[in-house]
DNA sequence: TCCATTATGTTCGATATCGAACAATTAGAT
DNA sequence: ATCTAATTGTTCGATATCGAACATAATGGA
């Protein structure tokens, strides 16, 4: 048991921002998956996707691994338990014979449509804490760390 | 296919700083736990639970739930698998038959001891990205959000 | 054209994570 | 003191998540 890890000032700062970090997205997701579990049934990694193909469309499971910043064994998966579930299809694809297309069913994109407006409202009113500026100032913030962490 | 999701400045801005959060603890958990796998062998998780019982002293379960956010069908999986490994143990508890204390094993602190400054340091170096400043508004508005969000 | 390399998905095994249902124990109210 | 409530952990079933190993298909160079 040590009560004090660390005495560099650097060390703490960046320690306790992490914590906080890592805190908020948690209680945020634990407001919101419940909801997305109940009301429509689906994880937040299904929405993802669905929400992914209605805004961009039928893609490979390679361009929705780009877009989610998920592991390719992890989407097959998602896809598979979408799949199952009639929301979505792996389509042939005339350019690729490997690369199907992942398209929404049209139950999928009933069940999106729906889902999306009350998600988005939610979204809005738990960020609703912060001011509009502060929001652009989180966002940002987490931009820089996020490009700057990439590599 | 919907390319406008939404015209509402508001919900613009929610949705946006919202996956801006989300991709920056992504990229950052990226960036971290291979290293946490690979040098020492524990998942993010169980590093967790090792720091905890380190910084802290031995606790029942239920006390670890609060500290880490995550649920107690959890916890239990967790600190199996360290059990497992060697790394804690649960011990008796006078106080109370029902909660027993979940301490670390000689094995288990020689490993956090020798794990968490590389990793605090690695944190460092990541969250170096941002000024001190920076990371202190960071840290606030997370603050902020979360406790905000917490009900 | 042919072969090596790369890209795309799947499978497998392991761990994490949750909620619901359950058992055991404690605590509180009457 | 007793009986009900709440607390503590576990088990179960489902989903998510990763990396490694694999198969298939496309690509690019010789």
Chains 1, 2 share one sequence.
Not at 32 to 39: F, R, T, Y
Request: some cysteine; proline content about 5%.
């Amino acid at each position: 048991m040590r009560m004090t890890v660390t005495r560099d000032p650097a060390t703490r700062r960046a320690l306790s921002t992490f914590v906080k970090l890592r805190r908020a997205v948690n209680t945020l997701s634990a407001r919101l998956n419940p909801v997305l579990q109940k009301d429509h049934g689906v994880t937040e990694s299904q929405f993802g996707v669905l929400e992914a193909l209605w805004h961009l469309g039928p893609m490979p499971q390679a361009r929705l691994c780009e877009k989610l910043l998920v592991s390719g064994s992890n989407l097959t998966t998602v896809i598979d338990n979408l799949e199952r579930s009639g929301l979505v299809h792996r389509g042939e694809n005339p350019d690729d014979r490997r690369a199907h297309l992942v398209r929404l069913s049209p139950r999928g994109e009933a069940l999106i449509a729906r889902a999306f407006p009350p998600h988005a409202a939610r979204v809005t009113g738990l960020l609703g804490a912060l001011t509009a500026a502060e929001q652009q100032q989180l966002g940002r913030l987490c931009r820089k760390l996020g490009l700057a962490s990439q590599r």
